[in-house]
């Protein structure tokens, strides 16, 4: 699902909400978890699961075209771990299949 499709569903389950409310909402959102990550802050959300920032060091990569050696630079990314509801309803649906 990417970011239309939530905001579209979200708009068909609450016709009593403005479409550009519930924009803003889901915008609001989402930038407060960026700001939160940012900041090396973690952000949990009970039920779904939890956002960190993990660091790697680093290492010495290979260009895959030619073959060579690069220096590939430290760096921290996004890391999402999904909690156990999530985790539960998603082993659910999977063996309804």
């Given amino acids: 699902m990417i970011k239309s499709e939530l905001i579209s569903t979200l708009v068909d389950e609450n ?6 409310d519930i924009e803003t909402i889901v915008a609001t959102v989402f930038e407060e978890i960026t700001k939160a990550l940012e900041n090396g802050s973690r952000v949990e959300l009970r039920g779904f699961g939890a956002f960190s920032v993990r660091h790697r060091a680093s290492r010495t990569g290979r260009n895959p075209r030619s073959g060579t050696s ?15 509801e999530l985790r539960e309803k998603v082993d659910a649906a999977r063996k309804k299949k």
Avoid: E, M, N, T
């Avoid at 016709?15 to 550009?20: D, G, N």
């Avoid at 690069?70 to 156990?84: D, I, N, Q, R, T």
């Fill in 15 to 20: 016709p009593h909400l403005y479409q550009r």
């Fill in 70 to 84: 690069v220096a590939v630079k430290a760096k921290s990314v996004p890391f999402f771990k999904a909690g156990k």
